[in-house]
């Protein structure tokens, strides 16, 4: 573990963004609809969320409802225009070919980030990101492993850590405005739970136990998973997936190596 090359050092919670979404003549009544995440492999960067958040309809054409996205660059301070938001170019989806999964397509959208029209931006961008492994096999060669099997037979599977924004919990919400043509304040606050890998059978996710966080589950689909330990340079994270789904001190999230396959 150790030696894994996408580690941080520290939580990377400036990763993460409530997904804003506002319909067309309607841009002074958005609502909040989960968690995404902004990730990086080299300079590419990649905004990841959880299909459901923006429909629940297989069939629905996403691309035209990850256009309603309005993902701010920075966390802190006022969006005016529209070169203060991510320029999302399309929405990558997957198909799964498993008996076991309801529908068609996995719950997960991938949206490739256009590059900012300033330079500083770009740089910012980076700064906030995830970073994505070269290969998303390392977490199931990890759970494989004979000292993670026992762990987990004896209820003690390694400590995840998950950051996003619930509905319930905290104090985020939307400040609608009182007359025509006032923007809206939006205001946010992530929070964090952690849970225990867990056995399980489904074929593109994970399930955790013990799961820390006392309100629903509610607006943290699509929030990232971070597996978490300590070596000799502190506590260390690496991207582990992405939540899709829980309740009742269960989590469930799409593996790292599920997401993977849809990075261009």
């Known amino acids: 573990m150790t030696k894994i090359s996408f580690l941080h050092s520290g939580l990377p919670n400036n990763c993460i963004s409530p997904n804003i979404i506002s319909e067309q003549g309607l841009e002074e009544y958005p609502g909040m609809a989960g968690t995404g995440f902004i990730a990086k492999r080299a300079n590419q960067l990649y905004y990841i ?21 309005n993902i701010p660059i920075r966390l802190t301070g006022r969006t005016e225009k529209p070169s203060d938001y991510l320029h999302l170019e399309e929405a990558i989806s997957l198909k799964h070919n498993s008996e076991f999964l309801a529908g068609e397509l996995i719950y997960l959208i991938v949206l490739p980030i256009k590059n900012p ?81 867990a056995e399980d059978f489904h074929p593109d996710r994970f399930k955790l136990t013990g799961v820390t966080w006392e309100h629903d589950l509610n607006g943290f689909s ?43």
């Open 49 to 69: 969320t959880a299909r459901h958040c923006l429909t629940k309809n297989h069939k629905e054409e996403i691309g035209l409802l990850a256009s309603k996205l």
């Open 117 to 197: 029209e300033k330079e500083k931006d770009r740089k910012h961008l980076l700064s906030r990101a995830i970073k994505l492994p070269p290969s998303g096999k390392w977490l199931d060669s990890f759970f494989e492993q004979p000292p993670i099997q026992e762990a987990i037979a004896m209820s003690k599977g390694q400590k995840f850590v998950i950051i996003g924004y619930p509905q319930n919990g905290t104090s985020s919400e939307i400040i609608y405005p009182e007359k025509p043509g006032e923007s809206p304040n939006i205001i946010t606050q992530a929070a964090q739970f952690h849970g225990y890998l």
């Open 222 to 264: 699509g929030a990232p998973v971070l597996v978490t330990f300590k070596n000799e340079n502190g506590p260390q994270y690496g991207l582990a997936g992405m939540l899709v789904t829980g309740g009742n001190g269960i989590a469930y999230f799409i593996k790292i190596s599920i997401i993977t396959q849809a990075l261009v």
